[in-house]
């Protein structure tokens, strides 16, 4: 397995338009997030799904933004109407549940994607 | 509420060097997992290190300890022989297993540089 992949690396879009971002987990992961990182701060949480299952969603995801994971398996984010606040990047990371990985039940270990950059302008 | 207080944003250390950077957070569920991270400039995040709430032991992988005080809720970061490669932005994270939902929090980070 390559590990946690995101697409694209890099996208630039004028305010008011469309994204979507995609992220292929490691594929025995059941676990996958969503992340947001602004320069110079740490990772906020924003969404998880366990499976197929949105099970958790961030107060920071506004209407316009929406994650799907169908079938279990890559998840895309979208959000809709940019705005300028907007720009950051959006690290995806998926994990195995720790019961499944045999390891102690606060153990969920992270493994992320490179990121994708978001500029809006 | 959770929070992760990383109050170093900025580190040096010379090279073969040991570092500690700093952790402290605030939970109230008893039983909790705390995370170290490393970023690299080139952006992907890389785990490093585990310690969970009820560990007797401090956590060592490698060049890499966890300097746990549960009475005080710190949890420093103890790079032993810093390398050239070591230069990057390190998170503190932390997930509550009880009442912290499946979300994991990160501090603000401590960028770590590494003087030859």
């Known amino acids: 397995d390559t590990g946690v992949s995101q697409n694209p690396r890099h996208k630039i879009t004028k305010r008011g338009q469309n994204v979507t971002f995609r992220c292929d987990p490691i594929?025995?992961?059941?676990?996958l997030y969503w992340y947001r990182q602004t320069l110079g701060q740490g990772p906020e949480f924003l969404t998880y799904?366990?499976?197929?299952?949105?099970?958790?969603k961030s107060r920071l995801l506004s209407d316009r933004f929406s994650a799907e994971r169908p079938k279990g398996s890559f998840s895309t984010l979208e959000i809709q109407r940019t705005e300028q606040g907007d720009s950051a990047m959006y690290l995806c990371?998926?994990?195995?549940?720790?019961?499944?990985?045999?390891?102690?039940?606060?153990?969920?270990?992270?493994?992320f994607g490179a990121g994708s950059r978001l500029t809006v302008l | 509420a959770q929070k992760i207080t990383q109050t170093q944003p900025g580190m040096f250390v010379q090279e073969k060097e040991a570092v500690t950077l700093d952790c402290t957070y605030d939970?109230?569920?008893?039983?909790?997992?705390l995370f170290w991270y490393k970023q690299p400039s080139s952006g992907e995040m890389i785990f490093l290190i585990y310690?969970?709430?009820?560990?007797?032991q401090n956590a060592t992988e490698g060049r890499y300890s966890l300097n746990f005080q549960k009475a005080r809720k710190s949890a420093n970061l103890v790079i032993s022989a810093s390398q050239l490669g070591d230069s990057a932005m390190y998170f503190c994270?932390?997930?509550?297993?009880?009442?912290?939902?499946?979300?994991?929090?990160f501090g603000a980070g401590t960028r770590l540089f590494v003087k030859a």
């Open positions: 990371a998926s994990s195995l549940d720790p019961g499944l990985a045999g390891g102690p039940p606060g153990a969920n270990v992270l493994t």
């Open positions: 594929s025995e992961h059941n676990r």
């Open positions: 799904f366990q499976n197929e299952a949105q099970l958790e």
């Open positions: 939970t109230s569920d008893p039983s909790y997992g």
């Open positions: 310690q969970g709430s009820y560990d007797q």
């Open positions: 994270a932390m997930r509550g297993i009880n009442t912290g939902g499946f979300k994991t929090i």
